[in-house]
C-alpha cells in the first residue's frame, strides 16, 4: 500500500515536472506565452523553418533551444527592421507625394492669380486707354468749338438758350438714372433707344404686363414711337416757362451721351435704308421729288413705292446727293433726321458731353459706357446686325458722282468730320 502510494506521488510529480518543461520550453520560443498582455511580437515570414526538438540530452536540449532562440531573435530583429523600413520608406514615399501635391497645387493657383492679375491689367489699361481716347474725343470738340480749327459752320457761337424747343428734340431724358442720350439716326439709335426704354420703364410687355427688361424683346417699330421719351422739346408742355432753367440744370448734373458714324457712310446707310428698298411715307415724301426734279421723268409717277419699285422708278444716290445739295431743299423743309447733320441734331457746342461713342468702336464702347451710367447690372446692349455700311463701299457709291459734287458734299457735312474726328475722306475727293 505504502509502494502505491509512492509510485502515484512519484507519478504526479514526475507529469508536473514534465509539464514545467514543456511550458517553459514553449515560453522560450514563443509558441506559448504566459504574459497575454503584452503586445505580440513581429513574426517572422521564415519561422516554419526552425525545427524543434525535445528529445535527447538535457544539455543539448538547452544548446539547442539557446541557438534557436538566438536565431529567433536575430531573424524577429532583423524582420522588425524590415518592416519598419518599409513603413519608413511608405511613409516618406507619402510625403513626397503630398509635398508634390501641395507644390502642384501652389503653382495652379499662382497661376491663376497671375491670369487674374493680368486680366485685372489687361482691363484696367484698356480703361485708361477708353478713357484717354474719351479725352481726346471731347478735347476735339472743345478745339473745333472754340474755333482753332478752320471749320465754320451755323450755330457754332450761339448759347444753348438760343437753340429753339423744336431743334431739342433728339436729346431724351431719363430722370430715374440721370442720363441723357441725344440719340443719331443710323448710327445704332434703335438699340439705345430700346436701352432707354428699359431703363425708364416707359413701355409694358403684352405678355408678361410689366415693364420690358430686356431690350432686344421691344419690336423696332414701338421704340421709335415719340411718345415713349421725354424729350427737352417737350419741356415746354410738361414745366412751362421752368423749362429752360429745369434743362439747364439737368445739362450740368446728368451724364450725357451721342454715337456718331464716319458722315459719309452715314449718308451711304440712309440711302440705303431709305430708298434701297421700297418705303412708302419716304417714297411719297422724299423719293418722288428727286425723282421728279432730277430724274427728267414725263408723266405721272406711280402712286406707292411698291408700284414705283416694279416700274423701276426710284431715285438714285446720285440724285440724293443733288437733293441734299439743291438750296431749295432747306427752303422748304429742314432736313430729315436722317441725313442731318449731328452738330444740328446733338449740338455739341452747346452741350458739353461726357461720352462720344462710335459706330465704329460701337460694342467696347457699349460697355464702357454702360459702366460709366452704372446701369450695367440692369442692362446689356444687344448685339446688332453685322451687316453694316463699311467706309471701304464710299469709292464705289461716289464712283459716280462727279468730282465737284462730292467736294462740295464734303463741305456741307465738314463740320461733323471735323467735330468728331473723323479723316478728311481723300479717296472720294481726289482722283
Not at 429745369?246 to 459719309?264: C, E, G, I, N, S
Request: net charge negative; charged share 25%; aromatic share 12%.
Amino acid at each position: 500500500m505504502g509502494i502505491w502510494r509512492g509510485l502515484r506521488v512519484a507519478f504526479l510529480l514526475g507529469s508536473l515536472f514534465m509539464i514545467l518543461l514543456i511550458i517553459v520550453y514553449w515560453d522560450d520560443v514563443g509558441g506559448f506565452s504566459l504574459y497575454p498582455l503584452r503586445e505580440p511580437k513581429h513574426e517572422s515570414p521564415h519561422s516554419d523553418s526552425y525545427s524543434l526538438t525535445t528529445t535527447g540530452p538535457s544539455h543539448s536540449t538547452s544548446t539547442s533551444r539557446a541557438q534557436t532562440s538566438a536565431s529567433f531573435a536575430i531573424h524577429t530583429t532583423a524582420s522588425s527592421t524590415t518592416l519598419v523600413t518599409e513603413e519608413t520608406g511608405g511613409a516618406a514615399k507619402g510625403h513626397v507625394v503630398e509635398e508634390e501635391e501641395e507644390e502642384e497645387e501652389e503653382r495652379r493657383d499662382k497661376q491663376q492669380q497671375w491670369k487674374e492679375e493680368t486680366r485685372e491689367d489687361v482691363e484696367k489699361e484698356r480703361s485708361h486707354s477708353d478713357v484717354d481716347e474719351q479725352e481726346e474725343r471731347k478735347r476735339r470738340i472743345m478745339d473745333v468749338c472754340s474755333g482753332k480749327d478752320a471749320a465754320e459752320f451755323p450755330g457754332r457761337t450761339r448759347a444753348f438758350e438760343q437753340i429753339p424747343n423744336r431743334e431739342l428734340d433728339h436729346l431724351i431724358v431719363d430722370d430715374t438714372h440721370q442720363i441723357i442720350y441725344c440719340y443719331v439716326p443710323k448710327v445704332a439709335c434703335t438699340n439705345w433707344k430700346r436701352v432707354m426704354v428699359v431703363l425708364s420703364q416707359s413701355l409694358i410687355s403684352p405678355s408678361s404686363g410689366k415693364p420690358y427688361t430686356d431690350p432686344e424683346a421691344i419690336p423696332p417699330d414701338l421704340v421709335h414711337n415719340s411718345s415713349l421719351h421725354l424729350t427737352f422739346a417737350k419741356f415746354w408742355r410738361h414745366y412751362g416757362s421752368l423749362s429752360r432753367h429745369l434743362m439747364a440744370l439737368k445739362l450740368q448734373h446728368y451724364t450725357k451721351f451721342l454715337f456718331v458714324r464716319d458722315p459719309f457712310v452715314r449718308l451711304i446707310s440712309a440711302f440705303r435704308n431709305k430708298f434701297g428698298r421700297p418705303n412708302e411715307d419716304f417714297y411719297r415724301q422724299f423719293g418722288s421729288v428727286m425723282v421728279r426734279r432730277y430724274g427728267n421723268v414725263s408723266g405721272s409717277l406711280p402712286e406707292t413705292a411698291a408700284e414705283a419699285f416694279a416700274a423701276g422708278v426710284k431715285p438714285t444716290f446720285q440724285q440724293f446727293i443733288t437733293y441734299l445739295l439743291d438750296p431749295e431743299t432747306e427752303r422748304e423743309s429742314i432736313f430729315n433726321e436722317h441725313w442731318r447733320q449731328v452738330y444740328r441734331l446733338c449740338h455739341p457746342c452747346q452741350v458739353k458731353y461726357d461720352f462720344i461713342g462710335r459706330l465704329e468702336t460701337l460694342e467696347t464702347d457699349a460697355e464702357h459706357l454702360l459702366k460709366l451710367l452704372e446701369v450695367d447690372h440692369l442692362v446689356h446692349f444687344p448685339s446688332g446686325a453685322r451687316n453694316r455700311t463699311a467706309t471701304s463701299w464710299e469709292r464705289d457709291w461716289f464712283a459716280q458722282i462727279p468730282m465737284a459734287v462730292r467736294r462740295e458734299l464734303y463741305k456741307l457735312y465738314e463740320p461733323d468730320f471735323e467735330l468728331f474726328g473723323y479723316p478728311k475722306p481723300d479717296s472720294v475727293l481726289h482722283l
